[in-house]
C-alpha cells in the first residue's frame, strides 16, 4: 500500500520555525516530483514548495520564498520542509504530495497525497 504520511507540525509563535516531514512507503519515490501543498480553513489547496526526483531543482511559492526550503532523502524515501520565520499566514494543513510523472503544473496533477499535518502560527 502506497502511503505518504506527514509528520512535524504544531503550534508556534510568529517567528518561529517548525520542519515538516513526509515519509513515503509503498515503494520508491527517488523518481517522483515531490510538493508540499498547504490548505487553510475556507481556501483552496495552495502550493508550497517543490522539489525535482534529483533535488536540483527547487520551485517555491512567492509567499514562502527565502523562508522555507524543501530537501529529500531518496535513500530514506523522505522529503522535509524546514519553515523559518513563520507568520500567522502560514497557518494551513499541509500536505505532502507525490507525481511519479514529472513536473505539476497545478495542485490537481498530484498521485498520492498523505493525510496531512497541521501548523498553527500565533502572533
Known amino acids: 500500500q502506497v502511503q505518504l504520511v506527514e509528520s512535524g507540525g504544531g503550534l508556534v509563535q510568529a517567528g518561529g520555525s517548525l520542519r515538516l516531514s513526509c515519509a513515503a512507503s509503498?515503494?520508491?519515490?527517488?523518481?517522483?516530483?515531490m510538493s508540499w501543498v498547504r490548505q487553510a480553513p475556507g481556501k483552496e489547496r495552495e502550493f508550497v514548495a517543490a522539489?525535482?526526483?534529483?533535488?536540483?531543482?527547487?520551485y517555491y511559492a512567492d509567499s514562502v520564498k527565502g523562508r522555507f526550503t524543501i530537501s529529500r532523502d531518496n535513500v530514506k524515501n523522505t522529503v522535509s520542509l524546514q519553515m523559518n520565520s513563520l507568520k500567522p499566514e502560514d497557518t494551513a494543513m499541509y500536505y505532502c504530495?507525490?507525481?511519479?510523472?514529472?513536473?505539476?503544473?497545478?495542485?490537481?496533477?498530484?498521485?498520492?497525497w498523505g493525510q496531512g499535518t497541521q501548523v498553527t502560527v500565533s502572533s
Open positions: 504530495a507525490a507525481r511519479a510523472t514529472g513536473r505539476a503544473d497545478s495542485v490537481h496533477e498530484y498521485d498520492y
Open positions: 509503498g515503494r520508491s519515490f527517488s523518481r517522483d516530483y
Open positions: 522539489i525535482s526526483w534529483s533535488g536540483v531543482w527547487r
